[in-house]
């Protein structure tokens, strides 16, 4: 891991969003972000490096962010706006693109955990959601009427668009799963969902996530859970900005750390024990693809 020197001095850093687990930061004066870690509990900066660079990226390659790892210089930390929310022992700090939003893209559309940002004449747009479990649960009853993510959506009472239906491998599926949510801008999705159908990275991902093949019911006699159920559960969390300009259409994904399975075990199993028991599963009254 070769580690560079901070670019810029900490007064000219902004709080730009704050996670559980890490901040991130921008500059007026670089089109760069720079995450912090915030939670002392979660992977510190050099094992997320080592994560991305052993796992992530030889998987889905071209298609993770770029990002480079910096040294914070003694004081830095503690000079910046907001560092009550930082770990202050942390010496290292990751330097990443920013795939946010073109200058451009000053509209906004957002519903069901979907964000579009579009120029006025919709020759470019960048859209930004997280793609969720896009396999079944291993532990899901046979008679589902609902995937992962749409089942527990209806419990939470928060709609998002199925990710069998967005991410499926049938062009009219996915163009008409975004018209659902999106009504009257088909033309402009059809390079979208194109993508969303045809992209090794969802592929890929798919691929990943079924390294759970037991769900983590499945688990609860192994003292620790191996690491491809590790990487499913990473995988099933990632965050995916897509830039559409014309036909050109380019994706990445963030948010790909190492899950700490010694915090989240107890609840994955807690949810997924709900989902099955309070027949979430089965409930009727979702758009989920396995309803129809």
């Avoid at 955990?113 to 120029?119: G, L």
């Avoid at 659902?180 to 402009?188: N, W, Y």
């Avoid at 690491?227 to 963030?254: C, Y």
């Avoid at 075990?265 to 009254?285: F, V």
Wanted: proline share 8%; charged share 25%; net charge negative.
């Amino acid at each position: 891991m070769s580690c560079l020197p901070t670019p810029l001095p900490p007064y000219k850093w902004t709080l730009l969003t704050a996670g559980n687990a890490n901040v991130v930061y921008k500059s007026d004066e670089t089109d760069l972000l720079l995450r912090l870690r915030r939670n002392r509990n979660a992977p510190s900066t050099a094992e997320v490096d080592e994560y991305l660079t052993g796992t992530i990226k030889p998987a889905v390659g071209p298609f993770l962010f770029n990002y480079m790892v910096v040294n914070l210089p003694l004081g830095f930390l503690e000079s910046l706006p907001e560092a009550e929310n930082l770990d202050l022992g942390e010496p290292l700090g990751l330097l990443m693109e920013n795939l946010g939003p073109k200058p451009s893209e000053t509209n906004v559309l957002k519903s069901h955990a979907v964000k579009i940002n579009y120029s006025d004449d919709w020759k470019s747009y960048t859209i930004e959601l997280k793609p969720k479990w896009l396999l079944q649960s291993p532990t899901a009853p046979k008679d589902s009427v609902a995937c992962r993510t749409c089942a527990l959506q209806h419990k939470r009472e928060k709609p998002r668009i199925c990710p069998l239906k967005l991410f499926n491998e049938d062009e009219k599926t996915v163009l008409q799963a975004l018209e659902d949510v999106f009504p009257g801008h088909e033309k402009q999705f059809e390079p979208l969902a194109k993508f969303f159908s045809n992209s090794e990275l969802f592929a890929e991902i798919r691929h990943m996530q079924h390294g759970d093949e037991l769900g983590i019911l499945g688990y609860a006699n192994y003292v620790q859970l191996p690491p491809q159920f590790v990487t499913a559960m990473t995988m099933r969390d990632v965050s995916l900005f897509v830039h559409v300009e014309g036909d050109s259409v380019s994706g990445k994904i963030v948010d790909c750390d190492l899950k700490s399975p010694t915090e989240k075990r107890d609840y994955w199993a807690s949810l997924e024990t709900d989902l099955i028991e309070n027949g979430w599963y089965e409930k009727p009254g979702t758009n989920c693809l396995l309803s129809h």
